[in-house]
């Protein structure tokens, strides 16, 4: 009787579709959480949401936005159904690395992919929540960083910008938001085995594969994991960042594999 009449949470999660963001929505969906589903391949949202609320009796609403897309992300956030507009969560997830060059023969292509994304795309969806996060004093936003906002490695630096421009975001966010009792957090992961090799390799699975062989990984669930203990925490207390590494990283660079192969 009570419980009917407590509104649960409603969180925002950025690529959904997958690996950290989709154990993200499994994990809070467990959790009681009301979920808006974002990501670009609609069907695997509708499955998701499908199993969510078959597993979990989560009610979830999927948006298929594409975070690069300015006009898209505004039409959507501002045509929420009344009971989807106040989102006291937001998961900025969705991002990428494409390709893995020096810069002197770096895709402009790709570059502009990773800074959209990551980077745009992230400012974009905060842009948009976060007046009515203010508004109502209330809400919680974690950017997804990476060990790759922390250290540069070979090859990456324009990943690793992205990611390095995140945590600066992060930053000021917490500055411009905390007037209003608006916690801002970030995760920084090392290694998590997820699509995110396939999609830098762009489909060469054989290189994927590599980067994950001769040691242990994060997998989503860890970081998972690590977002509900943010979220659960006493309202007086923000964690800040939480930078997990599997038991076999170091740093970016330092991988300990049973193999002599380097990670990338
Ligand atoms: P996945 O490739 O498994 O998932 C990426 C998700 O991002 C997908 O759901 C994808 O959805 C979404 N996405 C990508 N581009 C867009 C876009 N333009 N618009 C909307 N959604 C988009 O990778 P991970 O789960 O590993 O990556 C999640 C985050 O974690 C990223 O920000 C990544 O940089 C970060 N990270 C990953 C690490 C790793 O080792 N895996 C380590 C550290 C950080 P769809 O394609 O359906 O749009
Ligand atoms: C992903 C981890 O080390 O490939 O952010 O950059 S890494």
């Given amino acids: 009787m009570i419980e009917s009449t407590i509104r649960k949470p409603l969180a925002l999660i950025t690529g959904a579709t997958a690996g950290i963001g989709q154990a993200t929505a ?45 006009k898209q992300l505004t039409e959507t956030i501002n045509n929420l159904p009344p009971d989807w507009k106040e989102i006291d969560v937001l998961i900025n997830n969705a991002g990428l690395a494409a ?34 996060m203010i508004d109502r004093k209330r809400g919680h936003i974690i950017n997804i960083s990476s060990i790759a906002g922390k250290e540069v490695y070979a090859n990456g630096s324009v990943y690793c910008a992205t990611k390095h421009a995140v945590e600066a975001l992060t930053l000021g966010m917490r500055i411009d938001f905390v007037p209003y009792g608006i916690k801002v957090s970030s995760v920084s992961p090392g290694a998590v085995e997820t699509e995110f090799s396939m999609v830098r390799f762009k489909g060469d699975g054989e290189r994927a ?21 943010i979220l659960s925490r006493p309202s007086h207390v923000n964690i800040q960042d939480i930078l997990i590494m599997p038991a076999a990283q170091a740093s970016s660079t330092v991988l300990f594999k049973n193999s002599v192969e380097g990670s990338k």
């Fill in 99 to 132: 390709g893995l060059d020096p810069v002197q023969f770096g895709s402009f292509d790709d570059w502009n992919q990773m800074i959209d994304t990551n980077i745009k795309g992230t400012l974009f969806l905060t842009r948009l929540v976060a007046p009515g």
């Fill in 26 to 70: 499994i994990r809070l969906a467990g959790e009681g959480y009301r979920l808006l589903l974002a990501g670009r391949r609609a069907e695997r949202l509708k499955l998701l949401a499908s199993d969510l609320k078959t597993h979990y009796g989560a009610e979830c609403y999927c948006v298929e936005v594409d975070v690069r897309n300015l």
């Fill in 209 to 229: 594969k590599k980067v994950y062989e001769g040691f242990d990984p994060l997998q989503a669930e860890d970081i998972a994991d690590a977002i509900s203990y």
